[in-house]
């Protein structure tokens, strides 16, 4: 799946980010400034779909990671939108783009790929968190094309 996202902190930066055919980027947003490297936005109202951060075993163990995601309250997410260029012509035009997405419900652990088909939901945008990208784990969720950073 390819997708670039960016996770704010409303207390700093935070170094959680997924980049697959986009540039990197960082977003710190603090009282004094709010930076966002080359980023449009869309025009008309996107539906909201709220951001859920699953942490998959031994992400979910670890403290320093955790604390960070308690702070973490908005998702940059790419949305490609297909507009005609002429109404009769089949002529269509890609409008790259990005959204910036509440995260409402902060995260959710995770042991086994099994749990994650209770979890599964129209409704929440999943980001998947592991640590060991050699594990099955990892080969079960891309396999299912799930968001899965590291």
């Known amino acids: ?31 004094e400034n709010l930076l966002i490297g080359s980023t449009s936005y869309v025009e ?48 269509e035009k890609l409008i790259k783009s990005v959204i910036n997405m509440d995260i409402k419900v902060g995260f959710v652990k995770m042991e086994s790929v099994e749990e994650f088909e209770g979890l599964d939901s129209p409704e929440f945008e999943n980001v998947f968190v592991v640590t060991d990208f050699q594990d099955s784990v990892f080969n079960d969720l891309y396999k299912a094309d799930c968001r899965v950073i590291g």
């Not at 997708?3 to 980027?25: C, P, Q, Y």
């Not at 990671?65 to 490609?80: D, Y």
């Open 1 to 31: 799946m390819a997708e670039n996202s960016v996770l704010t902190s409303t207390t700093g930066r935070t170094s959680l980010a997924d980049s697959s055919i986009f540039d990197s980027k960082v977003t710190e947003l603090s009282k």
């Open 44 to 91: 008309e109202e996107m539906p909201q779909i709220e951001t859920r951060v699953i942490l998959v075993q031994e992400a979910g163990k670890q403290e320093e990671l955790i604390k960070a995601l308690k702070t973490i309250k908005i998702m940059e997410v790419p949305v490609i939108k297909i507009k005609e260029s002429c109404p009769g012509k089949s002529d």
